[in-house]
Nanobody
Framework: QVQLVESGGGLVQPGGSLRLSCAAS????????MGWYRQTPGKQREAELV?????????NYADFVKGRFTISRDNAKSTVYLLMNSLKPEDTAVYYC??????WGKGTLVTVSS
């Protein structure tokens, strides 16, 4: 059974930083592309891509986070991270970990507010 468990969300002031973690189990993690998506609370639109990382470590970012967010992975710990710097109020969202066809985590809420 695949499990993806996110952690690290919370309340942060504008300009601050957070690091999200997603611990995976039930998959061969090192071979799997991983991603972070987000969905604004109360909005109907689908979750939007934030960043992805291949099993080999190649990364891809949405334009709105380039230069601010960094995705990384530790295959020994079966964990993918999202380091978020220079956070803005518009980054407020539920952030979800994705393991491609293997599913989604339950999400962690990030609130950027003064």
């Amino acid at each position: 059974q695949v499990q993806l468990v996110e952690s690290g969300g919370g309340l942060v002031q504008p300009g601050g930083s957070l690091r999200l973690s997603c611990a995976a189990s039930g998959i061969i993690f090192s071979l799997n592309d991983m991603g972070w998506y987000r969905q604004t609370p109360g909005k109907q639109r689908e979750a939007e891509l934030v960043a992805t990382i291949t099993g080999g470590g190649r990364t891809n970012y949405a334009d709105f986070v380039k230069g601010r967010f960094t995705i990384s992975r530790d295959n020994a710990k079966s964990t993918v991270y999202l380091l978020m710097n220079s956070l803005k109020p518009e980054d407020t969202a539920v952030y979800y970990c994705n393991a491609g066809p293997y599913g989604w985590g339950k999400g962690t809420l990030v609130t950027v507010s003064s």
